[in-house]
């Protein structure tokens, strides 16, 4: 038989997909997988009930949908301070999953470079190595998150095509400083670099930090391309729609890369979410609200068991110090937490490019009595995993 594509002989399964059917198997509280188990907005429901007994069965525009894309655009003119184009700036995607990886098979040809920054959501590399490039990863230091800006000029120097920055960033909750945007986008503009980045936490940030938009930034938006989603800002991961923004130029391309990997994001589910873009001020202050309620109840009870954590600037991910427990695989532990505690997690070695074992991500975006069964699990961690 012929030998199988190379280019995912180094790749395994998601670590965190994996970890909620751990969970499953063990009736874990399912702390692993980023989704909630509270409901949408109830609007949103209400239309996708109506929208059944209505003709949107059939494709959309492959793009997105009409009404979509302009309620999309009339919301992210709002919030990114710039005019958006519907029918020249937009993609509708089935998630953005797919934004990201049509975003980097839009910028990327065979060979080129593209900057990572390290700890990353696991799929940045898989789709850099898919789209035919090599990553190159840069460090972010703890308990801040900065980087290094030698070390940033040292990897522009390679002349890469691309860098993807998360912001804010899952799974280390940090959010970018403008001025830490700055030098990012003075490196791009120096070293004719695109940005991709990837801002679905954009409305889950907690005081004082705020979220500014890369391609706000003077000179970034022809060279920025802006991917995001519905799936945390209106708890609809499920639904799988995403999107990009970005110059008329790049949208055109993007547009034939979409097509051929999808066809178009699912008509109904469009229709339904139109109700959330919508939404007033109100809702998104209300949703920083909320999660800020529900970061405070899980660090303080972290704090009260005595695990020493980071504590996020925004998105709803925390990551947990499981030194003094001795294990050389984090993986290994996260099985054993989920087995014996009854709490899954994600082994933080799944998203550092350096050697880290130490470090594993818990999120927070759970009910509060979800969230107070996990702690009580936790409670007793040094009595059901013993040290090695």
């Not at 799974?171 to 791009?188: Q, S």
């Not at 070293?191 to 938009?213: C, K, L, M, R, S």
């Not at 923004?245 to 139109?274: M, R, S, W, Y």
């Amino acid at each position: 038989m012929p030998s199988l594509s190379k280019r995912t002989e180094n790749f395994t399964d998601s670590v965190i997909r994996r970890m909620t059917r751990i969970s499953n198997q063990y009736g874990a509280v399912n702390l692993s997988q980023g989704f909630p188990d509270f409901e949408p907005p109830r609007e949103l429901l209400n239309r996708l009930a109506e929208v059944a007994k209505e003709d949107f069965h059939q494709y959309s525009i492959t793009w997105g949908a009409q009404n979509f894309r302009e309620a999309l655009a009339e919301k992210q003119s709002r919030f990114m301070g710039r005019k958006i184009n519907p029918n020249e700036e937009i993609v509708v995607t089935c998630g953005s999953t797919e934004a990201m990886m049509a975003a980097m098979m839009t910028v990327t040809n065979q060979g080129d470079k593209v900057i990572v920054f390290s700890p990353f959501y696991e799929n940045y590399g898989a789709d850099t190595i898919l789209s035919g490039a090599e990553p190159i990863y840069v460090p972010l230091y703890p308990p801040e998150f900065n980087f290094n800006v030698d070390e940033l000029e040292n990897a522009f120097k390679q002349h890469p095509k691309a860098l993807i920055l998360c912001n804010p960033s899952n799974p280390c909750g940090k959010v970018f400083t403008y001025d830490e945007l700055k030098i990012i986008a003075d490196l791009a503009e120096k070293y004719d670099t695109f940005v991709i980045t990837d801002e679905v936490y954009e409305h889950i940030v907690y005081e004082p930090y705020q979220h500014t938009y890369f391609a706000s930034l003077p000179k970034m938006w022809e060279r920025t391309i802006s991917c995001s989603s519905l799936s945390k800002t209106y708890s609809i991961t499920g639904w799988r729609l995403g999107y990009i923004i970005a110059p008329k130029n790049i949208i055109e391309v993007a547009k034939k890369v979409h097509d051929f990997l999808t066809v178009g994001a699912a008509a109904p589910l469009q229709e339904a979410a139109v109700t959330g873009l919508q939404f007033g001020d109100e809702y998104y202050r209300s949703l920083q609200a909320k999660y800020t309620k529900k970061k405070d109840l899980f660090l303080k009870g972290l704090d009260d068991i005595g695990i020493s954590h980071t504590i996020p600037q925004g998105a709803y991910y925390v990551l947990l110090d499981i030194s003094e427990f001795g294990y050389e695989s984090d993986l290994e532990f996260c099985e054993v937490l989920a087995r014996d505690v009854g709490v899954g997690a994600v082994p933080g070695s799944s998203f550092f490019r350096e050697n880290v074992n130490h470090l594993i991500r818990l999120h927070f975006a759970k009910k509060d009595e979800t969230l107070y069964e996990a702690l009580g699990r936790l409670e007793h961690i040094r009595n059901r995993i013993h040290k090695r």
